[in-house]
């Protein structure tokens, strides 16, 4: 934990010397933490997209991920663009920065890098009272939902897709949402965010739990019968196969609690 937060101490310093007023994000889930921070009038562009919140319909979009124009988003004159590092064109984030614009980037992997990014941004926004409240009560759910890991730990296999397989690491923030939990990803270890799979390897490691994240339930249930084919899987076997309706689950704001509630329930059931 104290790397983390060294780390974020360090970034802090870097940040602009005085709340930026014209701020572009370029990812939803930023846009989400400057709403949680009351910060939406300094929002000048925003990506599109059709969950946009309500509150944003006068703010000028700059394109979507694959569409993100470097002309609509200078014309914003944005004081600083937040950027998220796994999800945004590097060239076109540096493209900005050679035109004077401050770019900053964001990419948590992990439960506790809420926190710092959320520090970050009240910085940014001049929030700090707001971010430290948020982080307040985010903290605290998740001291409450935390549940020890030790070799009893029911064992879980989360699906994204079915054809092909697709599963969660260790380094991912679902991962990172499971061990909090009090249970074990049987695809830990493996390279990546999202790794394909064959769902030969999944019968070899045999999960307790198997947990499809979709929000089509019909879908979900789909996924799902075909693991009944094998009766002799232990999630089959322990009435382990679960659904989860993924939204609240992988953005990375403190809303993230939401989801990781009803994913502990879930595995405490497994217990």
Known sequence: MRGWLIAGLLLLTCLPGMASSRVVSLAPFLTDIVIMLDATDQLVGVLDGDNVAPELDDVPRIGGYQTLSLELIAAQKPEVVLAWTSGNPEELLRRLESW?????????KRLEDITVMVNQLGAVLG??????????????????LARPLDKDSPRVFIQLWDDPLYT??????????????GAHNVFQGLPGLAPQVGREGVLAVDPDLIIVL??????????????????????????????????????????????????????????
């Open 100 to 108: 004077g614009i401050t770019v900053l980037r964001f990419d948590p």
């Open 214 to 271: 979709a929000d089509d339930q019909k879908m979900a249930g789909q996924w799902l019968e075909r693991w009944r084919q094998f009766p002799r899987l232990k999630a089959v076997e322990q009435n382990g196969l679960k659904m989860l309706e993924s939204d609240s689950l992988v953005k990375p704001t403190p809303v993230v609690v939401e989801g990781l509630e009803r994913l502990c329930a879930l595995v405490q059931q497994s217990r």
């Open 168 to 181: 969660v690491s260790g380094a991912q923030l679902i991962g990172d949402a499971l061990n909090h939990c």
């Open 127 to 144: 929030k700090n009272a707001h971010a430290a409240e948020l982080n307040r009560r985010y903290l605290a759910s998740l001291q409450q």
